[in-house]
């Protein structure tokens, strides 16, 4: 049926006809406001109230089935009703600042796109931490051993990679006020005799985040671990022990840090260690050539990162030790870039750099004494606005750069929590 608007309306001129109300916009009469449509809305006159119809769907007023009939108040005194339900009742694909009364916990949240994730109300939006989290370097071995293998390597920092090739992880969202566990692995301890002693590196954590401790470097002679290296966040070389048997390295853990390289023992004269795994790189293997000098594997080379503002390489494998029996002037390897620490040719390993996460370097042939690997550390950045708080037991310093602080813990146990 046609309607009979009136005729020469002023803008804002409103008329009511069927039901619906028009108003006047200077062109045409559009419809005005909310329309009391049984498709669309559900009124309650006896509390006053007007809520959304949910067996609407064709309807765009029909968020996601999140309102209900009856859930908003149009006037009056009495209190607004949220749309409620359980957690499992959630919307399946909630947009930015959608609220409801979750009926589980009992409290009211809202739904943040910024972090993906659902929000109680007394809780202020989550912190992102981009982190670097690095293990205890694993610990060298003795006589002619293999280099410890780097700590585990774990980065959130984008642009930058984690160990052994993965690239860089999701940054953690923490809530302000929770306290979040932290531990710095210590670096492991290298070999002292031909009955061994060299252990693997501490595992580091932050929250959910664990880098596993590098696997330690095999003995040259036997009687202690080996011929072949540990497992670990990165592997620990392997070492001769039987003459023409090349001995592997251990494996490095996913994601962390690659293996370590392999040793081989050549006759009563030659017995050399392969150099320990880094989080960037393999370490290498010793190379005989046929004759001296016959040097150790070099260590693989750690990542480099900027977290701190700095470019600095970390998590190094330890240099492979070499044979220093007369006649031979091959030298023990390089440690890995990044605080691997050197094997050598004469006496005892050089140990990994701390904080770094560095392998331990391998002792020479002829009682050489394996190095202890370096201790781990984990590395926080974020927002300046927010402040970093370290429990008693954990020792750490805090920067600001720029528009972002970063907190360096360099050893301890405890917890961190930010406000």
Not at 36 to 43: A, C, H, Q
Not at 130 to 158: E, K, N, P, W
């Amino acid at each position: 049926m046609a309607i009979d608007f009136p005729d020469s309306p002023s803008v804002g001129d409103q008329f009511v006809a069927s039901g619906k109300t028009y108003q006047w916009d200077g062109t045409v009469w559009t419809i005005y406001g909310p329309q009391t449509n049984p498709d669309i809305f559900k009124v309650d006159t006896t509390n006053n109230r007007v809520g959304i119809n949910k067996t609407s769907p064709t309807t765009p007023l029909d968020v996601n089935g999140v309102a209900s009939a009856s859930s908003f108040s149009a006037s009056g005194s009495e209190a607004n009703l949220m749309p409620s339900g359980t957690t499992a009742e959630r919307p399946a694909s909630p947009t930015a600042g959608m609220f409801r009364f979750n009926e589980t916990t009992g409290e009211p949240e809202w739904y943040s796109s910024a972090v993906s994730r659902w929000i109680n109300f007394r809780n202020a939006p989550p912190v992102d931490i981009a982190y670097l989290v690095i293990a205890g370097g694993g610990g060298g071995g003795f006589d002619g051993g293999g280099g410890g293998g780097a700590g585990g390597y774990r980065s959130s920092v984008s642009g930058e990679s984690s160990g052994g090739g993965n690239g860089a992880e999701s940054v953690l969202a923490i809530d302000l006020g929770t306290s979040y566990q932290l531990t710095i692995g210590a670096g492991g301890t290298g070999a002292t005799s031909s009955s061994g002693g060299q252990t693997v590196g501490g595992d580091s954590t932050f929250s959910t985040i664990t880098s596993t401790g590098g696997g330690w470097g095999a003995n040259g002679i036997p009687g202690g671990p080996g011929p072949t290296g540990q497992v670990g966040g990165s592997g620990g070389g392997g070492a001769g022990r039987t003459a023409g048997v090349t001995n592997v390295g251990g494996a490095g853990t996913a994601n962390q840090g690659y293996g370590g390289g392999s040793g081989i023992h050549i006759s009563s004269q030659t017995s050399n260690g392969g150099g320990g795994g880094g989080a960037g790189e393999v370490g290498a293997d010793q190379v005989w050539t046929g004759s001296n000098p016959t040097p150790g594997g070099d260590g693989g080379d750690g990542v480099q990162s900027s977290i701190t503002g700095t470019p600095t390489y970390r998590g190094g494998g330890g240099g492979g030790g070499a044979n220093n029996d007369a006649g031979n002037t091959g030298a023990g390897g390089t440690g890995g870039l990044g605080g691997g620490g050197d094997g050598v040719r004469v006496g005892n390993g050089v140990a990994g750099t701390v904080n770094t996460g560095g392998g331990g370097g391998g002792g020479c042939r002829l009682n050489g004494q394996g190095a202890a690997g370096g201790s781990g550390v984990v590395i926080l950045r974020y927002p300046n606005t927010f402040t970093v708080n370290l429990s008693a037991g954990l020792t750490g310093s805090t920067a600001t750069l720029g528009v972002e602080k970063v907190t360096t813990i360099t050893a301890g146990t405890g917890t961190v929590s930010w406000s």
